[in-house]
């Protein structure tokens, strides 16, 4: 019973989503929002079984405020870079290696998902042995300002959140 109290939030975030995509507030979709909802977080507790416990709330917010903030900023380099380049001065993509301090596996996908929404990076993989991120830049100017940002920005929150 414990664990059904623990997906209420999922619920009521599969729910918020089901009203927003179907734009409608009749009865008849309200309910069935919302056994779709309870039903799909209810049968994929079994898929899961190592569960999230995350922590920190104000943490997740102020990372929340930090994403938000380098995804406009990313926003406008990338605009910058597009409509700046030519044919023969296109701006360096390149490959960054980043080797990663945080193991909690829900971090790594928050973490992979934090970064592909930031436009003009790209999550190409992660070595399962030794945790070095592969990341693909559009306009890579410093190498270092990558490992800068993902240790000092990203890392020390998503292991005080999850770990």
């Keep these: 019973m414990r664990s059904l109290f623990f997906w209420i939030p999922m619920t009521c975030g599969l729910f918020v989503a089901w009203i ?3 734009g ?3 009865l008849g979709s309200l309910a069935l929002g919302f056994i779709l909802s309870f039903g799909i977080v209810l049968f994929s507790t079994r898929l899961r079984p ?3 416990y995350p922590r920190r709330i104000l943490a997740m917010i102020k990372l929340f405020f930090i994403v938000l903030k380098d995804v406009y900023a990313s926003n406008l380099d990338v605009i910058k870079l597009t409509l700046k380049s030519r044919p023969d001065n296109q701006p360096v ?3 960054v290696n980043i080797p990663l301090n945080i193991r909690d596996p829900h971090a790594i996908a928050l973490l992979a998902c ?3 929404y930031v436009p003009g990076t790209v999550w190409s993989g992660l070595t399962e ?3 070095i991120l592969h990341l693909h830049v559009f306009g890579l100017e410093n190498e270092a300002d990558w490992h800068r940002t993902v240790h000092e920005r990203y ?4 292991m005080e959140i999850f770990e």
Excluded: G, K, V, W
Aim: cysteine-free; hydrophobic content about 45%; glycine content about 0%.
């Design 20 to 22: 927003m995509l179907t």
């Design 24 to 26: 409608s507030l009749s």
């Design 50 to 52: 190592d569960r999230a």
């Design 93 to 95: 993509a390149d490959f």
């Design 114 to 116: 934090i970064i592909n």
């Design 129 to 131: 042995n030794d945790y």
């Design 155 to 158: 890392e020390p929150l998503l």
